[in-house]
């Protein structure tokens, strides 16, 4: 992995799948409730915080804007829970996650999320924290509270870059 360079994928299910859930519309099971005035798309991804005698957090995380290209030095991951991003201002964001290698970050891929795609990092995920893209965004954000130690942080041998270019705030980026 030295010093390799990545160009996002769109985020998919099938493609996210070996590091946690979309959290996304498309897809979902929909159920009609609240007599007919509400759609719930039900049970979107597999909330995992009860390790160790863990509790849910529900927080809003603003992150601050990235500006391409991304330098990813480090990974982090939470052994004890999952942990999951639910954009709030509708506009795209980056996802950077990596494999396990005995124990260090192994193959990163990056992932470009649309403003209405949200992830839940299985425990134990390798990831870099929050990359919000254009301006400071908002997210929702629901993760593991309580004792022991939640987060491993990895600094790489060599960094790797995250390539493209912006092609507007709405539109999110193209990557040729
Ligand atoms: N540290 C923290 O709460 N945030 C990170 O885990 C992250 O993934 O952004
Ligand atoms: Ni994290």
Same mark, same amino acid.
């Given at each position: 992995m030295a010093g390799s360079v990545l160009r996002p994928q769109p985020l998919t299910k099938a493609a996210f799948a070996r590091f946690g859930d979309v959290i996304e519309i498309d897809g979902a099971e929909e159920r009609l409730i609240n007599q007919g005035t509400t759609r719930r798309f039900h049970d979107l991804a597999a909330v995992a915080v009860a390790k160790d005698g863990g509790h849910p957090l529900i927080s809003i995380f603003r992150g601050s804007a990235f500006a391409l290209p !991304?330098? !990813?030095?480090m990974f982090e991951r939470h052994p004890l829970g999952s942990q999951a991003f639910f954009p709030l201002n509708g506009r795209s964001w980056l996802v950077v996650v990596a494999t396990d290698d005995g124990g260090r970050p192994g193959e990163p891929t990056a992932f470009l999320a649309t403003g209405c795609q949200g992830v839940n990092y299985a425990p134990g995920v390798w990831h870099h924290p929050l990359l919000a893209l254009h301006e400071s965004s908002d997210f929702l954000v629901v993760d593991r509270g309580g004792g022991g130690i939640n987060l491993e942080e990895v600094t790489l041998d060599q960094p790797v870059i995250v390539e493209g270019y912006s092609i507007g705030p709405k539109i999110g980026i193209d990557f040729r």
């Open positions: !991304i330098t !990813i030095a």
